[in-house]
């Protein structure tokens, strides 16, 4: 059992920077594979970024490469989501989620989901 809970969304402007954060409670957490997805209005949910177990292997989606860099802590349970040089098609609900497989990292198919935070860019 994991709880997941997504802090760091708000609105900036074109160009700016926000940093994600999500906080899972639980004891087990080092042994999730991370991930993060994102949902615009109209549009079905799309991977972000994942990370595995150790961190050693991080995934992300073509729109985002170069801008966006996962990362985890396993000591303070968080993994986050640096977002830098936003666009205004980043706007979305971002999700937090985690799995206990270390494959399949780019799929949906994951165990555990947060709540999400609104991103909003402005152009």
């Known amino acids: 059992q994991v709880q997941l809970v997504e802090s760091g969304g708000g609105l900036v402007q074109a160009g700016g920077s926000l940093r994600l954060s999500c906080a899972a409670s639980?004891?087990?957490?080092?042994?999730?594979?991370m991930g993060w997805f994102r949902q615009a209005p109209g549009k079905e949910r799309e991977f972000v970024a994942a990370?595995?177990?150790?961190?050693?292997?991080?995934y992300y989606a073509d729109s985002v490469k170069g801008r966006f860099t996962i990362s985890r802590d396993n000591a303070k349970n968080t993994v986050y989501l640096q977002m830098n040089s936003l666009k205004p098609e980043d706007t979305a609900v971002y999700y937090c989620?985690?799995?206990?497989?270390?494959?399949?990292?780019?799929?949906?198919?994951?165990?555990?989901w947060g709540q999400g935070t609104q991103v909003t860019v402005s152009s």
């Open positions: 639980g004891r087990t957490f080092s042994s999730y594979a």
């Open positions: 990370i595995t177990w150790s961190g050693r292997t991080t």
């Open positions: 989620a985690a799995k206990n497989l270390n494959y399949g990292l780019t799929m949906l198919e994951y165990d555990y």
